[in-house]
């Protein structure tokens, strides 16, 4: 075997500890790190067979694909950042780093939440998720609590949102 094919054998091995680890692993930053695993396995497969003349002697490499790989790396990092960026503010929303659909148990019915069969299953009254409204995790300024401007007028005191874990967020 020559050494471009073993950089591509490198790479579909890559891309597919990425995939699987992005299909069967829980935490968000575990997600990231995959989605990175599975970059860097299509980078080396496209660079591994980006040649022009199938002849070893002059394998003169081909500009277009490893111009791709390059863009593709400045894509990546930029990606990483953004989602670790958003991964970051979610932490400081919720305190938790695990999806809320990652925390369900199994289908197995002895495992599901216990609930009165004509309503919504019973959950846990401290759960991080039901505290904060699905839009406010992204909002800087707290909720107003009776629908009103959420900015106090030059006579209130302003407010502040507990987080869970009773942190506070003015």
């Given at each position: 075997?020559?050494?471009?094919?073993?950089?591509?054998?490198?790479g579909?091995v890559?891309?597919?500890?990425?995939?699987?680890?992005?299909i069967?692993?829980?935490g968000?930053?575990r997600?990231i790190i995959a989605?990175?695993?599975?970059?860097s396995?299509t980078?080396?497969?496209?660079?591994s067979?980006?040649r022009?003349?199938?002849?070893?002697v002059?394998?003169?490499?081909?500009?277009?694909?490893?111009?791709?790989v390059l863009?593709g790396i400045?894509v990546?990092?930029?990606a990483?950042?953004m989602?670790?960026?958003?991964?970051?503010r979610?932490?400081?929303?919720?305190?938790?780093?695990?999806?809320?659909?990652d925390?369900?148990p199994?289908?197995?019915?002895?495992?599901?939440?216990t609930?009165s069969?004509?309503g919504p299953?019973?959950?846990?009254?401290?759960?991080?998720l039901?505290?904060?409204?699905?839009?406010?995790?992204?909002?800087?300024?707290p909720?107003p609590?009776?629908g009103?401007?959420?900015?106090?007028?030059?006579?209130?005191a302003?407010?502040?949102?507990v987080?869970?874990?009773g942190?506070h967020?003015?």
């Amino acid at each position: 075997m020559t050494t471009l094919l073993w950089y591509a054998l490198v790479g579909v091995v890559l891309l597919a500890i990425g995939f699987a680890s992005l299909i069967l692993t829980p935490g968000i930053l575990r997600k990231i790190i995959a989605l990175n695993i599975m970059s860097s396995g299509t980078f080396l497969i496209l660079v591994s067979l980006a040649r022009r003349s199938p002849d070893p002697v002059t394998q003169a490499p081909d500009p277009v694909p490893q111009a791709m790989v390059l863009t593709g790396i400045v894509v990546s990092v930029s990606a990483t950042a953004m989602g670790l960026a958003f991964l970051l503010r979610y932490y400081e929303a919720t305190g938790r780093l695990a999806l809320p659909e990652d925390d369900l148990p199994a289908l197995d019915p002895a495992k599901q939440p216990t609930g009165s069969p004509d309503g919504p299953p019973a959950t846990s009254s401290g759960d991080a998720l039901t505290a904060l409204p699905p839009h406010a995790i992204l909002r800087e300024e707290p909720l107003p609590a009776t629908g009103g401007s959420s900015r106090p007028t030059s006579g209130e005191a302003p407010t502040s949102t507990v987080l869970p874990g009773g942190r506070h967020r003015p």
